[in-house]
């Protein structure tokens, strides 16, 4: 069993919105900074939204405003709020948990979001 499974994508139209889901198991959820990345095709990952264990979020700029990261550290999960979701948006999404004292750092599978009409 992996330690991070991802579930949430799909196909969504321009300006609708999509909710991500990360359920960590088998690691020290409160221990670990979580993230979303995305890759889109032809283009480099990049790190999309972060959240430390108080819930401090940092989001890349292009999704400023539209997406909100949140964590419940009683159910060991991340969530991903997307909403007017734009084309370019458009991406495999990969949840992350980076360990904020030991530095391990582990993948989900990640899970595709598609924005088209």
């Known amino acids: 069993q992996v330690p991070l499974v991802e579930s949430g994508g799909g196909l969504v139209q321009p300006g609708g919105s999509l909710r991500l889901s990360c359920a960590a198991s088998?690691?020290?959820?409160?221990?670990?900074?979580m993230a979303w990345y995305r890759q889109a095709p032809g283009k480099q990952r990049e790190l999309v939204a972060a959240?430390?264990?108080?819930?401090?979020?940092d989001y890349t700029d292009s999704v400023k405003g539209r997406f909100t990261i949140s964590r419940d550290n009683a159910k060991n999960m991340v969530f991903l709020q997307m909403d007017s979701l734009k084309p370019e948006d458009t991406a495999v999404y990969s949840c992350?948990?980076?360990?904020?004292?030991?530095?391990?750092?582990?993948w989900g599978q990640g899970t595709q979001v598609t924005v088209s009409s």
């Open positions: 959240v430390g264990r108080s819930g401090r979020a």
């Open positions: 992350n948990g980076q360990n904020m004292y030991n530095r391990a750092v582990y």
């Open positions: 088998r690691i020290n959820f409160s221990s670990y900074t």
